[in-house]
């Protein structure tokens, strides 16, 4: 996940119910964002959930900037 943006972690969880990911950015002062969470089906993340991720974690660098 690093290729998404800088400080952006994911935590990966397996259970009897599946495999599930939550991506998260804890970059800011007293804050942690989840970006998204997701059930995982596959090897690799869908375009689709990548994208979600990129365009979350873009709009909070914005809020985040105008602080």
Same mark, same amino acid.
């Given at each position: 996940? /690093?290729?998404?943006?800088?400080?952006?972690? *994911?935590?990966? !969880?397996?259970?009897? /119910?599946?495999? =599930?990911?939550?991506?998260?950015?804890?970059? =800011?002062?007293?804050?942690?964002?989840? &970006?998204?969470? =997701?059930? #995982? #089906?596959? !090897? #690799?993340?869908? &375009?689709?959930?990548? /994208?979600?991720?990129? #365009?979350?974690? !873009?709009?909070? &660098?914005?809020? *985040? /900037?105008?602080?």
């Amino acid at each position: 996940m /690093n290729n998404l943006g800088h400080g952006i972690i *994911e935590i990966r !969880q397996r259970d009897h /119910n599946g495999a =599930f990911r939550l991506v998260y950015v804890a970059r =800011f002062a007293k804050r942690i964002y989840v &970006l998204h969470t =997701f059930p #995982k #089906k596959t !090897q #690799k993340t869908s &375009l689709q959930d990548l /994208n979600i991720i990129k #365009k979350r974690y !873009q709009a909070l &660098l914005e809020i *985040e /900037n105008e602080r």
